[in-house]
T-cell receptor, first 113, second 114 residues
Framework: AQSVTQLGSHVSVSEGALVLLRCNYS??????LFWYVQYPNQGLQLLLK??????LVKGINGFEAEFKKSETSFHLTKPSAHMSDAAEYFC???????????FGQGTELSVKP | DVKVTQSSRYLVKRTGEKVFLECVQD?????MFWYRQDPGLGLRLIYF???????EKGDIPEGYSVSREKKERFSLILESASTNQTSMYLC?????????????FGAGSRLTVL
């Protein structure tokens, strides 16, 4: 069975600082991994996804994530935080051919001026 | 762009009422999903559907049912609402079954049960 753990329910950074949001997964088969973002009062939207191939994946708004099989991790990073990055971020793993996603608990990112 | 529309953004219901949450997608997606979102618990799958008139239970189906009479519409039904069903409900759709399929989400329906 697949599962996802996001380390840290709240992360606070200063504007311009590095953003690092942690995600570890458990999967009995090669995983497909996703990061979604949820801005206040909105639904979730896709930031990036890893399927196969290159382990460093680039997404929208300057975010990227690296798939590390040996560490079962898929951490999300952005070199320089912007105020508009304040949102909740969800890591997810694809459960099976049906396209179901298993989500982590979410990490709320705050950006201080 | 694919659009997933949830008919009600905010609802307030009383314990024991029957509640309908409606979701419509406009891009001929085969798969539709209902999740609930609670602080600290992330998103949990309630039900999903791969085709018209087809449904499968997710991780937390108790107290819920669904209906998919048309491809574009997927309804979540709370037969007798309870206070522990106060939550944010998110509908999503994807083009077809597959590991790499991206889910497109609606804006959510925040339900309060008094």
């Amino acid at each position: 069975a697949q599962s996802v753990t996001q380390l840290g329910s709240h992360v606070s950074v200063s504007e311009g600082a590095l953003v690092l949001l942690r995600c570890n997964y458990s999967s009995s088969v090669p995983p497909y991994l996703f990061w979604y973002v949820q801005y206040p009062n909105q639904g979730l939207q896709l930031l990036l996804k890893y399927t196969t191939g290159a382990t460093l994946v680039k997404g929208i708004n300057g975010f990227e994530a690296e798939f590390k099989k040996s560490e079962t991790s898929f951490h999300l990073t952005k070199p320089s935080a912007h105020m508009s990055d304040a949102a909740e971020y969800f890591c997810a793993v694809s459960a099976n051919q049906g396209g179901k996603l298993i989500f982590g608990q979410g990490t709320e990112l705050s950006v201080k001026p | 762009d694919v659009k997933v529309t949830q008919s009600s953004r905010y609802l307030v219901k009383r314990t024991g009422e029957k509640v309908f949450l409606e979701c419509v997608q406009d891009m001929d997606h085969e798969n539709m999903f209902w999740y609930r979102q609670d602080p600290g618990l992330g998103l949990r799958l309630i039900y999903f559907s791969y085709d018209v008139k087809m449904k499968e239970k997710g991780d937390i189906p108790e107290g819920y049912s669904v209906s998919r009479e048309k491809k574009e519409r997927f309804s979540l039904i709370l037969e007798s609402a309870s206070t522990n069903q106060t939550s944010m409900y998110l509908c999503a759709s994807s083009l077809r079954a597959g590991l790499a399929n991206v889910l497109t989400f609606g804006a959510g329906s925040r339900l309060t049960v008094l």
